[in-house]
């Protein structure tokens, strides 16, 4: 369903606003064919001018609302033409005819993909191109493939090209969040990890703290330095766990590191 919005002032030959002047609007070229109108812009049934009673307000001011082809009843093709017609005790008849109420770009209707005039080019896009996008691009309702790429399910291992990223990677991604464990996927060129440490565990004389940077390297790059005035600081010792964690160990547990690691 769509309505046009139509509306006229009627003047005297002054410019002064004429009130309580009946105006009537009939299919064009006919004064016998009354048009179909609406009253409001989007509830209520169609009728006509006369049935409504249709006149002018204190500045001369007149509107309806027209029917399209979305209308389920009283709305009219964009080819359709109207006459405008108007009339007062004491005065002169007028009209206005072959008024072109329909805008030249129309609305697309989604679902279209069959009519004769789909691929008409008279609005943005033609109904054949705009045809389902509002279920294209609802989620609720589009099915399970978008451009022929899959969903991607993380409960699955196979190593399909048809998503953004295959099942076995998310699987793993998926476990390693789920489980804090440490990521095994291969990763091309260089990465960095920063840390902010402030909280040291006691061993002994020492004292140190465990990074996971996920990194999949053993001996990645290390850089540390103090927070308290920004200089860098060489730790006692910088120790591989594992392919993604180290430990620093340093002389006291008040020291806070900004740590870069990079692999």
Not at 101 to 126: A, C, G, M, Q
Request: proline residues 3%; charged residues 20%; aromatic residues 10%.
């Amino acid at each position: 369903m769509a309505r046009i919005h139509f509306w006229q002032y009627i003047v005297n030959d002054n410019g002064d606003p004429l009130e309580n002047v009946n105006v009537r609007v009939w299919k064009a070229d006919s004064s016998t064919e009354e048009a179909y109108i609406f009253t409001h812009p989007i509830t209520g049934n169609p009728t006509t001018t006369s049935i409504a009673g249709l006149s002018t307000d204190g500045n001369g001011f007149v509107e309806c609302w027209f029917g399209d082809e979305l209308e389920s009843s009283g709305g009219y093709s964009s080819s359709q033409r109207f006459k405008l017609t108007w009339y007062r005790a004491g005065m002169s008849d007028g009209y206005i005819d072959n008024i072109n109420i329909y805008p030249n770009t129309f609305r697309v209707v989604e679902t279209d993909n069959v009519s004769s005039d789909k691929d008409v080019k008279n609005k943005l896009i033609s109904n054949q191109l705009a045809y389902n996008w509002e279920s294209h691009r609802n989620t609720s309702v589009v099915s399970t493939t978008i451009h022929g790429m899959e969903p991607v399910d993380e409960n699955d291992t196979n190593t399909d090209y048809n998503k953004l990223v295959s099942n076995v990677k998310m699987n793993h991604i998926w476990s390693v969040l789920t489980s804090a464990g440490a990521a095994s996927i291969s990763i091309s060129g260089s990465a960095v990890r920063e840390f902010d440490v402030t909280s040291w565990t006691s061993s002994g004389d020492l004292y140190y703290a465990d990074l996971d940077h996920f990194l999949n390297r053993n001996y990645p790059i290390v850089s540390a330095y103090k927070t308290s005035n920004g200089k860098q600081i060489q730790p006692n010792e910088i120790e591989s766990i594992s392919n993604s964690r180290i430990r620093i160990w340093m002389p006291e547990d008040t020291i806070d590191l900004d740590v870069t690691i990079i692999g």
